[in-house]
Nanobody
Framework: QVQLVESGGGLVQAGGSLRLSCTAS????????MAWYRQAPGKQRELVAV???????DYADSVKGRFAISRDNTKNTVYLQMNSLKSEDTAVYYC????????????????WGQGTQVTVSS
């Protein structure tokens, strides 16, 4: 049993900032990578940022220099700081985690949060 719950979405003006958070809870052994994806209406879900257990991150070209992913392993939480927001950042943002449920089990990458809406107005 694992739950991923996002928070922090909302409405913001272009140029503004938001910070998303996602916390994993339930019965599991270990979390490896965590990531943020987003999906805009009529578009495919796309990877925004991914962070490894040690804290290093990678970003989509469209958000480099504006977004920052971080995590607090003691809280099983991943964050996405979004600055200089643009209208094209409007989407539902989803948290993803690569989780090992028990010792000796394989990590699985199909754990998702419910999504949180981010709307950027001009």
């Amino acid at each position: 049993q694992v739950q991923l719950v996002e928070s922090g979405g909302g409405l913001v003006q272009a140029g503004g900032s938001l910070r998303l958070s996602c916390t994993a809870s339930g019965s599991f052994f270990s979390i490896n990578t965590m990531a943020w994806y987003r999906q805009a209406p009529g578009k495919q879900r796309e990877l925004v940022a991914v962070i490894r257990s040690g804290g290093s991150g990678d970003y989509a070209d469209s958000v480099k220099g504006r977004f920052a992913i971080s995590r607090d392993n003691t809280k099983n939480t991943v964050y996405l700081q979004m600055n200089s927001l643009k209208s094209e950042d409007t989407a539902v943002y989803y948290c993803n985690a690569n989780i090992q449920m028990r010792p000796g089990f394989s990590y699985r990458n199909d754990y998702w949060g419910q999504g949180t809406q981010v709307t950027v107005s001009s």
